[in-house]
Protein backbone atom coordinates (compact mmCIF):
# COMPACT_ATOMS: atom_id res chain seq x y z
CA UNK A 1 0.00 0.00 0.00
CA UNK A 2 0.65 3.52 0.09
CA UNK A 3 3.66 4.71 2.11
CA UNK A 4 5.21 8.40 3.81
CA UNK A 5 8.71 8.32 5.11
CA UNK A 6 9.41 11.31 7.81
CA UNK A 7 12.58 11.46 9.89
CA UNK A 8 11.23 11.41 13.25
CA UNK A 9 13.09 14.13 15.33
CA UNK A 10 14.55 17.63 14.41
CA UNK A 11 16.40 19.97 16.81
CA UNK A 12 16.90 23.42 15.38
CA UNK A 13 18.14 27.31 17.98
CA UNK A 14 15.38 30.04 17.72
CA UNK A 15 16.35 31.59 14.29
CA UNK A 16 17.70 29.42 12.39
CA UNK A 17 15.54 27.65 9.44
CA UNK A 18 14.14 24.53 9.48
CA UNK A 19 13.77 21.50 6.89
CA UNK A 20 11.42 19.12 7.37
CA UNK A 21 11.69 16.30 4.90
CA UNK A 22 9.28 13.44 3.52
CA UNK A 23 8.99 10.83 0.84
CA UNK A 24 6.00 8.88 -0.58
CA UNK A 25 5.26 6.43 -2.58
CA UNK A 26 2.13 7.12 -4.49
CA UNK A 27 2.85 8.23 -7.77
CA UNK A 28 -1.14 9.32 -8.37
CA UNK A 29 -1.19 11.66 -5.52
CA UNK A 30 -2.32 14.95 -6.11
CA UNK A 31 -2.47 16.97 -3.39
CA UNK A 32 0.35 16.56 -0.46
CA UNK A 33 -0.58 18.01 2.52
CA UNK A 34 1.79 19.37 5.91
CA UNK A 35 -0.03 19.37 9.37
CA UNK A 36 1.15 20.62 12.44
CA UNK A 37 0.45 19.35 15.75
CA UNK A 38 0.81 21.59 18.97
CA UNK A 39 1.09 19.66 22.43
CA UNK A 40 -2.45 18.34 23.52
CA UNK A 41 -3.99 19.38 20.32
CA UNK A 42 -5.47 18.11 17.20
CA UNK A 43 -3.77 18.61 13.50
CA UNK A 44 -4.25 21.55 11.88
CA UNK A 45 -3.41 21.94 8.28
CA UNK A 46 -0.11 24.54 7.72
CA UNK A 47 0.04 24.38 4.21
CA UNK A 48 -0.39 22.00 0.88
CA UNK A 49 0.83 22.22 -2.46
CA UNK A 50 -0.88 20.56 -5.89
CA UNK A 51 1.57 18.16 -7.51
CA UNK A 52 2.10 19.73 -10.50
CA UNK A 53 3.93 22.36 -8.84
CA UNK A 54 7.85 22.39 -7.96
CA UNK A 55 7.54 25.09 -5.08
CA UNK A 56 4.72 27.21 -2.57
CA UNK A 57 5.83 30.10 -0.35
CA UNK A 58 3.84 31.09 2.25
CA UNK A 59 5.25 33.93 4.51
CA UNK A 60 8.17 32.07 6.67
CA UNK A 61 7.15 28.56 5.14
CA UNK A 62 8.57 27.15 1.67
CA UNK A 63 6.97 23.97 0.21
CA UNK A 64 9.23 22.22 -2.28
CA UNK A 65 8.20 18.72 -4.10
CA UNK A 66 10.17 16.75 -6.48
CA UNK A 67 7.60 14.31 -7.94
CA UNK A 68 10.05 12.32 -9.50
CA UNK A 69 12.15 11.36 -6.48
CA UNK A 70 8.21 11.45 -4.90
CA UNK A 71 10.30 13.94 -2.20
CA UNK A 72 8.32 16.95 -0.38
CA UNK A 73 10.20 19.10 2.19
CA UNK A 74 8.87 22.10 4.02
CA UNK A 75 11.09 24.87 5.14
CA UNK A 76 10.59 27.14 8.05
CA UNK A 77 12.24 30.31 7.75
CA UNK A 78 13.81 32.25 11.29
CA UNK A 79 12.60 29.28 13.25
CA UNK A 80 10.21 30.41 16.66
CA UNK A 81 10.19 28.44 20.02
CA UNK A 82 6.08 28.26 18.67
CA UNK A 83 7.06 26.47 16.18
CA UNK A 84 7.83 23.59 18.23
CA UNK A 85 5.20 20.79 17.31
CA UNK A 86 4.93 18.05 15.15
CA UNK A 87 4.73 18.20 11.90
CA UNK A 88 2.99 15.93 9.36
CA UNK A 89 3.42 15.23 5.71
CA UNK A 90 0.29 13.80 4.55
CA UNK A 91 -0.80 12.72 0.72
CA UNK A 92 -4.47 11.97 -0.81
CA UNK A 93 -4.00 8.40 -2.04
CA UNK A 94 -7.41 8.00 -3.08
CA UNK A 95 -10.90 9.71 -2.34
CA UNK A 96 -10.88 11.60 0.78
CA UNK A 97 -8.40 9.50 2.44
CA UNK A 98 -4.63 10.92 3.60
CA UNK A 99 -2.25 8.44 4.16
CA UNK A 100 0.15 10.17 6.87
CA UNK A 101 3.58 9.94 7.91
CA UNK A 102 4.56 8.97 11.44
CA UNK A 103 5.57 12.50 12.22
CA UNK A 104 8.76 15.03 12.99
CA UNK A 105 9.08 16.50 16.30
CA UNK A 106 10.63 19.81 15.84
CA UNK A 107 12.35 20.87 18.86
CA UNK A 108 13.15 24.66 18.75
CA UNK A 109 15.43 25.42 21.74
CA UNK A 110 16.46 29.14 22.69
CA UNK B 1 -17.95 28.58 14.66
CA UNK B 2 -17.26 25.38 12.19
CA UNK B 3 -15.63 22.53 14.34
CA UNK B 4 -14.99 19.34 14.97
CA UNK B 5 -15.83 18.06 18.78
CA UNK B 6 -15.65 15.23 20.28
CA UNK B 7 -16.48 13.89 24.30
CA UNK B 8 -15.26 12.89 26.04
CA UNK B 9 -12.11 14.25 25.92
CA UNK B 10 -10.36 11.89 28.37
CA UNK B 11 -12.12 8.16 29.36
CA UNK B 12 -10.36 5.69 31.90
CA UNK B 13 -12.14 2.75 31.71
CA UNK B 14 -11.78 -1.24 32.13
CA UNK B 15 -11.56 -4.03 30.11
CA UNK B 16 -14.96 -5.28 28.41
CA UNK B 17 -16.33 -2.32 29.40
CA UNK B 18 -18.37 -0.93 26.40
CA UNK B 19 -17.45 2.57 25.46
CA UNK B 20 -18.22 4.89 22.68
CA UNK B 21 -16.66 8.03 21.74
CA UNK B 22 -18.96 10.78 19.63
CA UNK B 23 -17.64 12.96 16.95
CA UNK B 24 -20.05 15.76 15.70
CA UNK B 25 -18.90 18.57 12.93
CA UNK B 26 -20.93 21.49 11.88
CA UNK B 27 -19.71 22.19 8.30
CA UNK B 28 -21.94 19.58 6.63
CA UNK B 29 -18.87 17.53 5.43
CA UNK B 30 -19.67 14.94 3.85
CA UNK B 31 -16.44 12.47 4.60
CA UNK B 32 -15.46 12.10 8.13
CA UNK B 33 -12.54 9.52 9.79
CA UNK B 34 -11.11 8.31 12.72
CA UNK B 35 -7.53 7.98 13.61
CA UNK B 36 -5.74 6.91 16.74
CA UNK B 37 -2.47 7.93 17.51
CA UNK B 38 0.22 6.41 19.22
CA UNK B 39 4.16 7.20 19.91
CA UNK B 40 6.36 6.43 16.94
CA UNK B 41 3.18 4.84 14.95
CA UNK B 42 1.66 7.92 14.05
CA UNK B 43 -1.71 8.48 12.50
CA UNK B 44 -3.59 5.28 11.32
CA UNK B 45 -6.95 5.21 10.49
CA UNK B 46 -9.92 3.33 12.22
CA UNK B 47 -12.53 3.49 9.98
CA UNK B 48 -13.86 6.34 7.47
CA UNK B 49 -17.05 6.89 6.22
CA UNK B 50 -17.64 8.75 2.75
CA UNK B 51 -21.59 9.85 3.37
CA UNK B 52 -24.33 8.61 5.49
CA UNK B 53 -24.90 5.26 5.78
CA UNK B 54 -21.44 4.43 3.90
CA UNK B 55 -17.98 3.11 5.95
CA UNK B 56 -15.76 1.52 5.55
CA UNK B 57 -12.47 -0.15 7.28
CA UNK B 58 -8.88 1.65 7.37
CA UNK B 59 -5.94 0.18 8.30
CA UNK B 60 -6.84 -0.98 12.36
CA UNK B 61 -10.00 -1.43 12.26
CA UNK B 62 -10.36 -4.70 14.75
CA UNK B 63 -11.84 -4.00 17.96
CA UNK B 64 -14.07 -1.30 16.67
CA UNK B 65 -17.03 0.03 14.94
CA UNK B 66 -18.76 3.22 13.56
CA UNK B 67 -22.12 4.24 12.31
CA UNK B 68 -23.06 7.40 10.32
CA UNK B 69 -26.68 7.53 11.00
CA UNK B 70 -26.64 11.14 10.12
CA UNK B 71 -24.23 12.79 8.35
CA UNK B 72 -22.94 15.32 11.11
CA UNK B 73 -22.42 12.39 13.69
CA UNK B 74 -19.51 9.68 13.77
CA UNK B 75 -19.68 7.81 16.92
CA UNK B 76 -16.74 5.10 17.59
CA UNK B 77 -17.40 1.70 19.24
CA UNK B 78 -15.46 -0.12 21.41
CA UNK B 79 -17.50 -2.99 22.15
CA UNK B 80 -14.90 -4.86 24.72
CA UNK B 81 -12.14 -2.46 25.01
CA UNK B 82 -8.47 -4.04 25.67
CA UNK B 83 -5.74 -2.46 27.03
CA UNK B 84 -4.14 -2.34 23.56
CA UNK B 85 -6.75 0.19 22.58
CA UNK B 86 -5.19 2.45 24.66
CA UNK B 87 -4.40 5.60 22.73
CA UNK B 88 -5.16 9.17 21.58
CA UNK B 89 -8.28 8.97 19.27
CA UNK B 90 -8.65 11.66 16.81
CA UNK B 91 -12.04 12.39 14.32
CA UNK B 92 -11.67 14.02 11.30
CA UNK B 93 -13.90 15.81 8.64
CA UNK B 94 -13.58 16.89 4.80
CA UNK B 95 -15.77 18.38 2.21
CA UNK B 96 -15.35 16.06 -0.25
CA UNK B 97 -14.87 12.40 -1.69
CA UNK B 98 -12.67 13.08 -4.69
CA UNK B 99 -8.96 12.63 -3.94
CA UNK B 100 -8.17 14.87 -7.07
CA UNK B 101 -9.57 18.08 -5.53
CA UNK B 102 -7.71 19.77 -2.86
CA UNK B 103 -9.12 18.30 0.64
CA UNK B 104 -8.46 19.70 3.76
CA UNK B 105 -9.25 17.51 6.91
CA UNK B 106 -10.35 19.21 10.41
CA UNK B 107 -9.46 17.44 13.18
CA UNK B 108 -11.20 16.96 16.61
CA UNK B 109 -9.22 18.03 19.42
CA UNK B 110 -8.68 14.20 20.87
CA UNK B 111 -9.50 11.58 22.94
CA UNK B 112 -7.19 10.25 25.48
CA UNK B 113 -8.54 6.90 26.37
CA UNK B 114 -7.26 4.69 28.71
CA UNK B 115 -8.15 1.03 29.45
CA UNK B 116 -6.96 -0.75 32.66
Known amino acids: GEDVEQSLFLSVREGDSSVINCTYTDSSSTYLYWYKQEPGAGLQLLTYIFSNMDMKQDQRLTVLLNKKDKHLSLRIADTQTGDSAIYFC??????????FGKGTMLLVSP | EAQVTQNPRYLITVTGKKLTVTCSQN?????MSWYRQDPGLGLRQIYYSMNVEVTDKGDVPEGYKVSRKEKRNFPLILESPSPNQTSLYFC???????????????FGPGTRLTVL
Open chain 2, 92 to 106: ASSPGTSGSSYNEQF
Open chain 2, 27 to 31: MNHEY
Open chain 1, 90 to 99: ADSSGYSTLT
